[in-house]
């Protein structure tokens, strides 16, 4: 029952890695067309255009939509690299010998002093860095925080009996890895990935807000930046609610999704939820 419980969760879980990487090569590759720009500008919101018009006629509402696959993907590809480097990472540094992985520890803790969001300012302010390109700034920027949760995991599930029969009887460090390690490790990875997502929404909005990224892929920091010299015209307020709207809806979305994912995980893995 164990064993099912345990493959039902890395199913799952494969099923939502599978269904992120589809929304990030759609959302990179091919974000939405700008919407045209087909009404008088800085229109108040009515029934043709609920939240309004910008200065160029574009319907605040459809812009804030057209953004969304490219903001989303931005967020989950990069949370998916970071994942992997610091599960692996993590992992690696539980396995290795004490002096090496006391070593890589101490690495991250270096790591973990620099403010990441000045950073990736101060390198996107040289490089003003297309979709690809801030995707892995922010993912090289955001995997060292996880680390040391992923590691305390991996040293937890480590000393289990479980796995330390499963040694005994001849079980090398990759299927010990694979089928007793990181399986039990699904439902906080889940919420690290969650958890994630929401922080490089926030950081790539935040770029593109001050003009550090490419102008031409929609995002919805983009869209406040726009909207920041008319803040002095009344009806340019609806050109932050649009993006601000949108940007709080799927931070709160993403939160609650975490929670509901995570729950499904831990029972998958036979533990009682009572969390609601």
């Known amino acids: 029952m164990e064993t099912r419980s345990r ?4 199913a799952g879980a494969g099923v ?22 087909a009404a008088a500008p800085l229109l108040p919101p009515g029934p043709d255009h609920w939240l309004g018009t910008n200065q160029l006629g574009q319907d605040n509402l ?10 989303l993907a931005l967020g989950l590809a990069a949370s998916v690299i970071a994942l992997v480097l610091s599960t692996v990472y993590g992992v690696l540094s539980v396995t290795a010998p004490p002096v090496l992985g006391r ?38 920027l955001g995997w060292p925080p996880d680390v040391r949760v992923v590691a305390a995991l991996a040293r ?7 796995t330390r029969f499963a040694r005994v009887f001849g079980g090398g460090p990759v299927y010990l890895m694979v089928h007793h390690v990181v399986p039990r490790m699904v439902p906080v990875l889940i919420a690290l990935a969650v958890q994630g997502t929401r922080q490089t929404i926030i950081h790539a909005s935040a770029l593109a807000f001050v003009g550090l990224t490419d102008p031409s892929f929609p995002t919805w920091g983009g869209m406040l930046a726009e909207a920041l010299p008319r803040l002095h015209e009344p009806t340019a307020i609806w050109q932050v609610a649009a993006p601000a709207l949108a940007l709080c809806g799927t931070i709160l979305a993403l939160g609650l999704a975490g929670t509901r994912l995570e729950s499904w995980a831990h029972r998958s893995l036979g533990g009682s939820d009572d969390r609601g």
């Open 7 to 10: 493959g039902l969760a890395v």
């Open 16 to 37: 939502i890695i599978a269904a992120m990487i589809a929304g990030m090569v759609w959302g990179l590759a091919a974000p939405l067309p700008d919407v045209p720009m």
């Open 62 to 71: 459809l812009r804030a939509l057209a953004a969304t696959p490219g903001t």
């Open 103 to 140: 070593v890589m520890m101490r690495a991250i803790d270096v790591l973990l002093a620099l403010p990441s969001l000045l950073v990736a300012m101060l390198v996107a302010s040289y490089v003003r860095p297309g979709p690809g390109v801030l995707v892995l700034l922010l993912a090289g």
């Open 156 to 162: 937890r599930e480590v000393a289990r009996d479980s």
